[in-house]
């Protein structure tokens, strides 16, 4: 098959930029036709490797630029680019004879037209966020104008959602809430890429705490940090290594200093060797406001070490089987995500053994299981046409 995949930007060493690309990559060593397409890439490289059959094109329509201009003209400038993207893409899609068109990311502004410019090739919109995450605020806040003009965006998305040939969601309990307005869901979860044939290869740092993640305000790192302080004197041995990057970096550092752990709690850049980072570590700890799936959750499944997140809409729950695989913190309670570390601090033979039933669980996940789900979906996608 001929598959295009339209995505932002591929210039983020990120999850779903990862996903993305690692799929593309299977895909084309199954003998497939891919073009992946970006439209804000700009200059920036592809920080992941390419399979050299698969064709890659940016659009140039930088719509992130439009914060600089006056309310008028950021009106005007968003409906020019929009017209230069549906352009383009027809003539990419034209051009490369997709037979199925994949909306990858940020398809709210911008579905209509990918729809419009793929004429009669199935378009296929995937989601790496969560519906109540998306929808819980239409019409809820702002002016009677803005909540209207809100309330007319989201009617206009979903009505669009409607007109692709599958909406693809990482998990069953947000397919439910999608269903609500429509039933052409299929449920794909994000694969481990990579499952290690071995885990124990590198030595463990011994007391080693692990986040992943981008350091933004959805993550809420700074409610692991100040977990950890509430037990940090107890347990000397123990520290936190944060990786990632975001525009909260001096804000947890700033925290880091206020609380005196600076030796104890250490931020990192992100590194492509994440694993040898998982295998290194005693647990991981996510705390996040929301998660539609976390595949740092599974990664680290993967590597043999139990995770502790909090119990927020959607991701986790289906992740964490609480007490088996890892651990649930009442949602939001930072006392609560505390005495979790505690506890798999002080209980090292059950921390082990959730390690191994977490390793066992994640083996569902492995690229060749959720690859086969997308290529019987890709290959009967014309059947879903209405």
């Known amino acids: 098959m001929r598959i295009l995949i339209i995505?932002?930007?591929?210039?983020?060493?990120?999850?779903?930029?990862?996903?993305?690309?690692?799929?593309?990559?299977?895909?084309?060593?199954?003998?497939?036709?891919?073009?992946?397409?970006?439209?804000?890439?700009?200059?920036?490289?592809?920080?992941?490797?390419?399979?050299?059959?698969?064709?890659?094109?940016?659009?140039?329509?930088?719509?992130?630029?439009?914060?600089?201009?006056?309310?008028?003209?950021?009106?005007?400038?968003?409906?020019?680019?929009?017209?230069?993207?549906?352009?383009?893409?027809?003539?990419?899609?034209?051009?490369?004879?997709?037979?199925?068109?994949?909306?990858?990311?940020?398809?709210?502004?911008?579905?209509?037209?990918?729809?419009?410019?793929?004429?009669?090739?199935?378009?296929?919109?995937?989601?790496?966020?969560?519906?109540?995450?998306?929808?819980?605020?239409?019409?809820?806040?702002g002016g009677k104008m803005r909540q209207k003009m809100t309330q007319l965006y989201y009617w206009y998305t979903l009505k669009n959602l409607k007109r692709c040939a599958r909406l693809v969601v990482l998990t069953n309990a947000d397919a439910n809430n999608w269903r609500r307005h429509f039933s052409n869901i299929e449920v794909i979860p994000n694969p481990v890429t990579i499952y290690p044939d071995v885990i124990d290869d590198i030595p463990k740092d011994k007391g080693r705490i692990i986040f992943v993640g981008r350091f933004n305000r959805e993550k809420r790192i700074d409610r692991l940090i100040d977990?950890?302080?509430?037990?940090?004197?107890?347990?000397?041995?123990?520290?936190v290594d944060i990786f990632g990057e975001g525009n909260e970096k001096q804000n947890l550092l700033d925290q880091i200093a206020r609380l005196a752990l600076d030796n104890r709690v250490v931020i990192h850049e992100p590194t492509k060797a994440i694993y040898d980072e998982y295998k290194r570590s005693e647990m991981l700890v996510l705390c996040s406001e929301h998660e539609a799936y976390s595949l740092v959750l599974?990664?680290?499944?993967?590597?043999?070490?139990?995770?502790?997140?909090?119990?927020?809409?959607?991701?986790?729950?289906?992740?964490?089987?609480?007490?088996?695989?890892?651990?649930?913190?009442?949602?939001?309670?930072?006392?609560?995500?505390?005495?979790?570390?505690?506890?798999?601090?002080?209980?090292?033979?059950?921390?082990?053994?959730?390690?191994?039933?977490?390793?066992?669980?994640?083996?569902?996940?492995?690229?060749?299981?959720?690859?086969?789900?997308?290529?019987?979906?890709y290959v009967n996608v014309n059947k879903y046409m209405s």
């Open 298 to 377: 599974v990664e680290a499944m993967s590597c043999g070490i139990p995770c502790i997140s909090f119990d927020c809409p959607i991701g986790p729950r289906e992740l964490i089987r609480d007490g088996v695989t890892g651990l649930l913190a009442l949602n939001g309670n930072v006392e609560d995500l505390s005495s979790k570390i505690e506890w798999l601090i002080n209980n090292d033979l059950e921390r082990r053994a959730m390690g191994i039933k977490a390793r066992q669980f994640s083996a569902k996940f492995k690229l060749p299981v959720i690859m086969s789900l997308w290529e019987n979906l």
């Open 7 to 141: 995505h932002r930007s591929f210039a983020l060493v990120g999850g779903a930029e990862r996903v993305i690309i690692d799929k593309a990559n299977y895909l084309a060593n199954s003998g497939h036709q891919l073009m992946l397409v970006s439209y804000e890439q700009g200059q920036h490289t592809v920080p992941y490797e390419l399979q050299t059959s698969i064709e890659y094109r940016d659009l140039n329509c930088r719509f992130f630029t439009l914060s600089k201009y006056s309310p008028m003209m950021r009106l005007w400038n968003f409906f020019r680019l929009r017209s230069q993207f549906r352009r383009s893409l027809r003539n990419i899609v034209t051009s490369f004879r997709a037979d199925v068109v994949v909306m990858a990311s940020d398809w709210q502004t911008l579905i209509d037209v990918v729809l419009d410019a793929s004429g009669n090739i199935p378009v296929i919109a995937e989601f790496h966020n969560a519906y109540d995450y998306v929808m819980r605020n239409i019409g809820a806040s």
């Open 227 to 239: 977990a950890f302080s509430m037990i940090a004197e107890k347990y000397p041995e123990w520290h």
